[in-house]
C-alpha cells in the first residue's frame, strides 16, 4: 500500500513552490499525498520565520501531534524550511517528537532523511551553513536552489505556476530574517529558467510568476562578461509558446531599473503589475530599517514606474510600529498611502526576530495595542484608496484569467451548470464573476459592474449574464486578512 504524506505549509510564494516540490519528490518515492494530519505516515510542516505568530502556529500544531506520535511512534515527523534552519536543534528541544529538521537549503535530501529515521529510529537534521560561519563559496554551496522536476497535481491551479529564479537575500534589512533562513543571494542559470518554463507550457501552464526575496536583482553570470539581468530574462522566457502571462515578485526598490521597466512595457505577456514594498514612508525608519533609499527616491520610481509603463498596477509592504516609530513618523506612511495610489498593500505589525541586526541594536519600544491600532488606521486608508481605484474599474471591460470557484462557491457547491468563479486581471485585481466551470484556465472579457476595497465583481462580456447573487460580497472575508497575510497573494494558504 502507498505511504501517506500530509504537509501542511505557511509563509511566502516560496515556501508553497517549496512543498510543491517536496512533495512532487515524494510522488516520484510512492508517497499518496492526504489532508489528515493523524492518517499519515509522513507529517511534514513547512515553516516561516518572517513573524513570530507563524513559529507560534507550528509550534501549537505540534504540540497538538505529541500524544498522536506517542501513540504511533512509527510515523514520522518533520520540520522543513526557515524555521528548520533558524532554530536548528532548539526545534527538538522544544518538540522532541520531531524525527526530522530540515532546512530550505536542504530540502533536496528530504527522501534520504526520511529513509534514514526509518532505517535507524533516530532524529535527522540537514541544515546549511550559518552565513558568518564559512566562507562565501562555502555557505553559498550549503544552500541549494531546490527545483526538481515538477508535479502539476500540486500547484495552486494547473494553468498557474511558480518558477524560482533565484535563492536568498543580500540587502539584509535590519528588521528580516530571511538573509539568515534562506542564505546568500544566488541567481540560477536563465537556460535552466527557460526550460522549466518550456515544461511548464507543456504541460498546460498558461501563467507563470518568477519568484525572488528580490527578483529585480537577478544576475546570472554566462561567462561572456554581459549577465542577464531580468529583462532579458523576460525576454527569454516570453517567447514560450503557451505561456500566456509573466508575473515577477517581490521587486527591491532601489533596483527597479529602466532596461526592466521597459521590458515590462514592450513584451505583452508580461504583466503590467509590480510588487514593490517599500515598508514606511519616514525617513528616518527607512534608515533604521537600513532600506537603503529615501521616501523621495521611492516616490520617483513609482513615477518611472507609472511613466515607462503606463497602466501599471502597483502594490507594496508596510511595517508597522517598527522600533522608534513615533505618531509622526507612522503619520508619514499614512501620508505615502493616502497618496502613492497602490492597487493594495500588506501591512504587518514590526514583530522582533532574535539574529537580526534590528533586533540586536534597537528596542522594540511601540506596544503592541498601538502596532494593533496603526495597523487598522493604514489598512483604513489603503482600502479607500484601493475602493477608488476599483470603482474607476467599474463600467470598463478587463481580461480575466479565471483561476476556480470562487470562496462562496466553495463553501456551497452549486452542482453543475453557472458557477460563481474567481482570477484575476493582468494587473493582479481579483475578478469575481458568473460562468459555467469549463472557463478555468481560460482568459475571458469581464464587464466590471460593481467593486469593493477588495473585489471586482462582473460578467462575462462575451456570454450569457448570469446575474451575481447577494452572498457573492462574502468574498470580500477571503480578502480582510491582511494583518497576518504573509504573502502578496491574498489566494494563496498564507499565515
Ligand atoms: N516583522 C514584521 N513584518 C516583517 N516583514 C519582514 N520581516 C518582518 C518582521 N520582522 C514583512 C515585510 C516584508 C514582508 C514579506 O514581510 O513587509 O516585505
Ligand atoms: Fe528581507 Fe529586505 Fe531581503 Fe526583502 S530585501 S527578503 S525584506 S532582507
Sequence with gaps: MAKKLYIETVGCQMNVLDSELVVGSLRRQGYELIHEATEADVILFNTCSVRQHAEDKIYSALGRLRRHKQRHPSKIVGVLGCMAQKDQELVRRRAPHV?????????????????????????????????????????????????????????????????????????????????????????????????????????????????????????????????????????????????????????????????????????????????????????????RMKRLYTVEYYREMLERCRERVPGVAISSDFIVGFCGETEASFQRSCDLVATAGFKNSFIFKYSPRPGTKGDELYADDVPEEIKKRRNNDLLAIQNKVSLADHLRLVGQTVQVLVEGPSKTAQKHDAGAGPRQLTGRTRTDHIVVLEGNPRLLGQTVDVLIEEATAFTLFGMVATGEHVGIGADAHAEEESCTIIETQGSPRLSLPVI
Excluded: W
Design 99 to 287: 524525527d526530522i529538521v530540515c532546512g530550505t537549503g536542504q530540502l533536496a535530501r528530504l527522501p534520504e532523511l526520511i529513509a534514514e529515521v526509518e532505517r535507524t529510529g533516530r532524529p535527522q537534521l540537514a541544515l546549511s551553513l550559518d552565513r558568518n560561519e564559512a566562507s562565501r563559496p562555502e555557505v553559498e554551496r550549503s544552500f541549494e536552489s531546490y527545483d526538481p522536476l515538477r508535479d502539476p497535481s500540486m500547484r495552486p491551479s494547473p494553468f498557474q505556476a511558480y518558477v524560482r529564479i533565484m535563492i536568498g537575500c543580500d540587502k539584509f534589512c535590519t528588521y528580516c530574517i530571511v538573509p539568515s533562513v534562506r542564505g546568500p543571494e544566488q541567481s540560477r542559470p536563465s537556460e535552466h529558467i527557460a526550460a522549466e518554463v518550456r515544461q511548464l507550457a507543456a504541460e498546460g501552464c498558461k501563467e507563470i510568476t518568477l519568484l525572488g526575496q528580490t527578483v529585480n536583482s537577478y544576475k546570472f553570470d554566462r561567462g561572456d562578461g554581459r549577465p542577464e539581468r531580468l529583462s532579458g530574462l523576460l525576454a527569454r522566457v516570453h517567447d514560450t509558446t503557451g505561456i500566456e502571462r509573466i508575473k515577477f515578485i517581490t521587486n527591491f526598490p532601489r533596483d527597479m531599473s529602466d532596461d526592466l521597466l521597459d521590458a515590462v512595457r514592450e513584451l505583452p505577456k508580461v504583466c503590467p503589475y509590480l510588487h514593490v514594498p517599500v515598508q514606511s514612508g519616514c525617513n528616518e525608519v527607512l534608515r
